[in-house]
Nanobody, 127 residues
Framework: QVQPVESGGGLVQAGGSLRLSCAAS????????MGWFRQAPGKEREFVAA????????YYTDSVKGRFTISRDNAKNTVYLQMNSLKPEDTADYYC????????????????????WGQGTQVTVSS
């Protein structure tokens, strides 16, 4: 079991950058796939990016490809989301989540595959 805690959100101008961090407690972090999701006001929570337990495979939704990078440091029990070239449409609450069942498969883009969730961090991109 892990408990993710996100940090690094804030207000940034369009074109700027932010790096989100997700620190997760628990000795099993390194065996879990991790994902980032976001939820804008009035919208469904959507997949942003995911990374395999080893860090060797990463996946992105099309709207962030080439702008966002997900990475992890298993020694620090932390996963990151580097966000560059931010756009106003990236404004949302960003959530980190852990998928405990992805050791032998690719990380899922489906939020229901993720069992452990953080409380979220707010990202606001002004135009």
């Amino acid at each position: 079991q892990v408990q993710p805690v996100e940090s690094g959100g804030g207000l940034v101008q369009a074109g700027g950058s932010l790096r989100l961090s997700c620190a997760a407690s628990g000795r099993t972090f390194s065996s879990y796939a991790m994902g980032w999701f976001r939820q804008a006001p009035g919208k469904e929570r959507e997949f942003v990016a995911a990374i395999s337990w080893s860090g060797s495979s990463t996946y992105y939704t099309d709207s962030v490809k080439g702008r966002f990078t997900i990475s992890r440091d298993n020694a620090k029990n932390t996963v990151y989301l580097q966000m560059n070239s931010l756009k106003p449409e990236d404004t949302a609450d960003y959530y980190c989540a852990a998928d405990p069942d992805a050791y032998y498969r690719s990380p899922s883009r489906n939020r229901y595959a993720y069992e452990y969730w953080g409380q979220g961090t707010q990202v606001t991109v002004s135009s």
